[in-house]
T-cell receptor, first 110, second 113 residues
Framework: GENVEQHPSTLSVQEGDSAVIKCTYSDSASNYFPWYKQELGKGPQLIIDIRSNVGEKKDQRIAVTLNKTAKHFSLHITETQPEDSAVYFCAANTGNQFYFGTGTSLTVIP | DTAVSQTPKYLVTQMGNDKSIKCEQNLGHDTMYWYKQDSKKFLKIMFSYNNKELIINETVPNRFSPKSPDKAHLNLHINSLELGDSAVYFC????????????FGNGTRLTVT
């Protein structure tokens, strides 16, 4: 089955700096890659996603890149703000299944 | 106008008891899921239903039984609760799969004492 690895597990950045979270996957059949943000006491919320026929997607301060050949995808957050502090999960979708990374706890220091 | 709602939010119970968690979605989605999130935040799929039909049934003890009375509802019943069942349980729904995002509820924190 699919195996998704996510790094780093924790990340601290100064407010205004950029944050990058990286994921790798193993199954070349995976073709959809969402990113989720989970705040304390809440469920994961979709923040951005990318399909396998696209290399990059941007939404304001958030961008995702996908390298199908290398089987890795990354989340980039620019101009970080304290409200960006949360746990972030990457996921890979193959058929009916979503395979999640182990999460990155991001702390933005004011 | 909550999209995916699950009840209760907190559930504290003793070992050996039987409990249920309810989930409802008003997004018109065909597929619903149950995920378990452990203390290390790892999200593990338990079950998935598509139009009331079970399509994913991961290696989960038989004490866990999902029930989907219609495509807007997916409930989780747990028999003979054990300490190791303590976790946060998330319901989710999607249009697909494949290639459609999951929409999660806010979770049910189950504590077994």
């Amino acid at each position: 089955g699919e195996n998704v690895e996510q790094h780093p597990s924790t990340l601290s950045v100064q407010e205004g700096d950029s944050a990058v979270i990286k994921c790798t996957y193993s199954d070349s059949a995976s073709n959809y890659f969402p990113w989720y943000k989970q705040e304390l006491g809440k469920g994961p919320q979709l923040i951005i996603d990318i399909r396998s026929n696209v290399g990059e997607k941007k939404d304001q301060r958030i961008a995702v890149t996908l390298n199908k050949t290398a089987k890795h995808f990354s989340l980039h957050i620019t101009e970080t703000q304290p409200e960006d502090s949360a746990v972030y999960f990457c996921a890979a979708n193959t058929g009916n299944q979503f395979y999640f990374g182990t999460g990155t706890s991001l702390t933005v220091i004011p | 106008d909550t999209a995916v709602s699950q009840t209760p939010k907190y559930l504290v119970t003793q070992m050996g008891n039987d409990k249920s968690i309810k989930c409802e979605q008003n997004l018109g989605h065909d597929t619903m899921y149950w995920y378990k999130q452990d203390s290390k935040k790892f999200l593990k799929i338990m079950f998935s239903y598509n139009n009331k039909e079970l399509i994913i049934n991961e290696t989960v003890p038989n004490r866990f039984s999902p029930k989907s009375p219609d495509k807007a509802h997916l409930n989780l019943h747990i028999n003979s609760l054990e300490l190791g069942d303590s976790a946060v349980y998330f319901c989710a729904s999607s249009k697909g799969p494949p290639r459609s995002p999951l929409h999660f509820g806010n979770g049910t924190r189950l504590t077994v004492t």
